[in-house]
C-alpha cells in the first residue's frame, strides 16, 4: 500500500514569502506529526494531530508556523513571511494511534533565500 | 534540561563487524524508545521499539538495550553490511500519550566491504 507522501519535494522561497507544504497519511491512520529537521540534526517535533483536532502545538517556532488538517486526512503546513533560518526540511509522519510507530514521508526540503 | 545525547561523530566499521551504537538521555522518564534509520534524502524508517519492562528486543541482525538505570539505550547491528550504512536516530517518547518522538541527532555509520 501507499505511504506517507509530501509535496513538494523540494521548495525554494524568497524571504518573506508564504508557502504550504502538503502531507497525505497513510489510509485510516488518526494521528498525524510535522517534524523538522536541520541539516545534520534530529528531527525536532512541531505538531501533532488526531483526526482533524490539533492536539498539541507546542513545537511551532512562531505564530508564523501554522498547520491544518481539516478533514481529518491530508495536512498542510503552512509558513508565513518566511525567514532564513525555517531552512529545514519538514518531515511528516502518520500512525494509527498515538503513541505507535510512526511512518514517515520523504520529506519537503524548503530553502529560502 | 531533557537532553538526548547520540554519539556525534561518524561510526566506521569494517564488513562483518558488530555495530554498537550509543543513545543518552537525561531528565526523561521515557515509557519506550525508539530506533529508526535514515538514508540521505528519505525520511526516517522505524526499526525497533523497546518499552521501558524490556531489558533488551531483537529483530534479525539487530538488537536494542534499554537500562533505565543508567538512561542508556544501546543499538547492535551483527554482521555488519556496506547495506547498513546509514544514520540511525533514537526516539523517546516522553510522558505525553500524544505520541510525539524526540529525537537524538543521530549516529552516521559507515560500513566498509
Known amino acids: 500500500g501507499a505511504g506517507v507522501s509530501q509535496s513538494p519535494r523540494y521548495k525554494v522561497a524568497k524571504r518573506g514569502q508564504d508557502v504550504a507544504l502538503r502531507c497525505d497519511p497513510i489510509?485510516?491512520?488518526?494521528?498525524l506529526f510535522w517534524y523538522q529537521q536541520a541539516l545534520g540534526q534530529g528531527p525536532e517535533f512541531l505538531t501533532y494531530?488526531?483526526?482533524?483536532?490539533?492536539?498539541?502545538k507546542s513545537g511551532l517556532p512562531s505564530d508564523r508556523f501554522f498547520a491544518e488538517r481539516p478533514e481529518g486526512s491530508v495536512s498542510t503546513l503552512k509558513i508565513q513571511r518566511t525567514q532564513q533560518e525555517d531552512s529545514a526540511v519538514y518531515l511528516c509522519a502518520s500512525s494509527s494511534q498515538a503513541p505507535d510507530t510512526q511512518y514517515f514521508g520523504p520529506g519537503t526540503r524548503l530553502t529560502v533565500l | 534540561s531533557q537532553k538526548i545525547e547520540q554519539n556525534s561523530e561518524a561510526l566506521n566499521i569494517q564488513e562483518g563487524k558488530t555495530a554498537t551504537l550509543t543513545c543518552n538521555y537525561t531528565?526523561?522518564?521515557?515509557?519506550?524508545l525508539q530506533w529508526y534509520r535514515q538514508d540521505p534524502g528519505r525520511g526516517p524508517v522505524f526499526l525497533l521499539l523497546?518499552?521501558?519492562?524490556?531489558k533488551e528486543k531483537r529483530k534479525e541482525r539487530l538488537k536494542v538495550t534499554f537500562d533505565t538505570t543508567l538512561k542508556q539505550s544501546l543499538f547492535h547491528i551483527t554482521a555488519s553490511q556496506p547495506a547498513d550504512s546509514a544514520t540511525y536516530l533514537c526516539a523517546l517518547h516522553g510522558s505525553s500519550n500524544t505520541g510525539k518522538l524526540i529525537f537524538g541527532q543521530g549516529t552516521t555509520l559507515q560500513v566498509k566491504p
Open positions: 489510509s485510516g491512520h488518526v494521528s
Open positions: 523497546i518499552r521501558e519492562n524490556e
Open positions: 494531530f488526531q483526526n482533524e483536532a490539533q492536539l498539541d
Open positions: 531528565n526523561y522518564s521515557p515509557a519506550y
